[in-house]
């Protein structure tokens, strides 16, 4: 139904900026909730920040104050800037998303914390941070 692509991503020393896109094409119908994710070799996913009906744009605790995300409804893109970069920012960076539902009446909240419950992703970027 929607195809996601990542871009932005490269090499910068810690303390540096990198904005990251997340272009979506094909049909949807909202409301959705989307996402960044990232992941390590060899390590867990960790979700980063969300944005979804609300309003709300949540951020995890490991990029509280270093990253924002914030979309543009007309482009189709999501954004992720990313400021005072940390050599454990270091990994590959993946946008998400799935639609906004109900469970028992209200609806599932979109947080980082959640992140299982994304089903649409894209191939990510790579971001590195070393000095």
């Known amino acids: 139904q929607v195809q996601l692509r990542e871009s932005g991503g490269g090499s910068v020393q810690p303390g540096g900026s990198l904005r990251l896109s997340c272009a979506a094409s094909?049909?949807?119908?909202?409301?959705?909730?989307m996402g960044w994710v990232r992941q390590a070799p060899g390590k867990e996913r960790e979700g980063v920040a969300t944005i979804g009906i609300s309003g709300n744009t949540p951020v995890a605790d490991s990029v509280k104050g270093r990253f924002t995300i914030s979309k543009d409804v007309a482009k189709n893109t999501l954004y992720l800037q990313m400021n005072s970069l940390k050599p454990e920012d270091t990994a590959m960076y993946y946008c998400?998303?799935?639609?906004?539902?109900?469970?028992?009446?209200?609806?599932?909240?979109?947080?980082?914390?959640?992140?299982?419950?994304?089903?649409?992703w894209g191939q990510g970027t790579q971001v590195t941070v070393s000095s």
């Open positions: 094909g049909s949807w119908t909202g409301p959705y909730c």
């Open positions: 998400a998303l799935r639609r906004s539902r109900y469970v028992d009446g209200r609806f599932v909240p979109c947080d980082p914390s959640l992140i299982d419950d994304f089903d649409s």
